[in-house]
């Protein structure tokens, strides 16, 4: 007999989108990417296909990103994906309506909220919850949020930065700025621009920041061969650039985000202020798997920061433990606006 499907996590990212099942965990991982046709608005493409798109299509065709800088900028493509997506994990004699949690930006509106679990009943779902990203990851980070002890996530991802402290279940106060993985790629798209005359897409960008990037200086820096357009002649060119360069280039959004940090453990209650000292910061999500970040956060805040296990998926696993033990987390998380 075929594996049933009942629940399904959905972290609705920036970048990617993953649906996780409960017993089976994450089974689709894909770019939340939509290829549309400029002259008639049709659905080209979604996901792996539509990210190939990217920078490379004709002048009739848009690779787009319907989720930007952490919030939902076009609703009517973001529903398309999300009923695609859905569509593409049910089986196709699923004789249950599944239960969906998404996972939303910290920055959706009361609208975006509606039209999201409006999107998800269309694409079949029985019943929708939205819950902010924070409160996911600190649940698949493996903080027991709700103990009356305080704990801070920091979620470093494509679009958005959310940093919370949580306690009781709740998210006694947090921050959340665009400032993440692609602000730090079209930052290293204008410094090489700037610098070296080499006009490269955030492509190739992000491979640079994912391969030789860095947090903090280093002293043995690492190389890479980049290769792009020359801004003066047009024709291909490359280069060779160095780690040390990349964290120059990236240093404002760091600083960003260390401030965002800062401006919570300064909003903190006394008392929970103790007990981060002792549990320290977790960092989750993609991005905050930049060389050394940890190490650049302890620096700059005086307090322990670790990334999480499994860091990039910290928000998927966490919208499958929210929804395998639903009448634990119903009140605490599904309730707060």
Sequence with gaps: MAFLIK???IDLGTTNTRVYV???GIVLNEPSVVAISKEDGQILAIGNKAKEMIGKTPDEIIAYRPIRDGVIANYRVTEAMLKYYINKVLPRFNIFKPEVMISVPSGITGTER???????IKSGAKNAYIVKEPVLAAIGAGIPIHEASGRIIVDVGGGMTDVAVISLGGIVCSKSVKFAGQKMDKAIVDYMKKNHNLIIGEQTAEDMKIEIGSALPLEEEMTMEVKGRDGNSGLPKSIEVKTNEITKAIDKELKQIILAIKSV?????????RDIIDNGIIMSGG?????YFPILVERRTGVKADLATDTIFCVSKGTGLALAHLDVYKKSILSKR
């Design 22 to 24: 409960p017993e089976k």
């Design 7 to 9: 629940k399904l996590g």
């Design 265 to 273: 453990l300064q909003e903190t209650p006394p008392e929970l202020s």
């Design 114 to 120: 509606r039209s999201v679990i409006e999107a998800a």
């Design 287 to 291: 991005s905050s798997l930049l060389r």
